[in-house]
């Protein structure tokens, strides 16, 4: 799941907004870093959804 991946599954925030959740300590680490930018895995990102976001957790992804 890339960045505007997230922006969307959260409702479709800011680019700024992303940036800054992700840079947290309680965000996932990425599942790898690409020339285009780093990448979590879809199943870590929803349960950080799911523990700091819990009125989004029921809007599932649909991936």
């Keep these: 799941m890339g960045t505007h991946e997230?922006?969307?599954?959260?409702?479709?925030?800011s680019r700024q907004r992303v940036y800054e959740l992700t840079m947290r300590r309680s965000f996932p680490e990425?599942?790898?870093?690409?020339e285009?930018?780093?990448v979590w895995l879809a199943e870590d990102v929803e349960r950080w959804i799911a523990e700091h976001r819990?009125?989004?957790?029921?809007?599932?992804?649909?991936?």
């Design 6 to 13: 997230i922006r969307v599954r959260l409702g479709g925030i």
């Design 30 to 34: 990425p599942a790898a870093e690409l």
């Design 36 to 38: 285009q930018g780093r």
């Design 54 to 63: 819990s009125e989004l957790a029921d809007s599932e992804s649909g991936d």
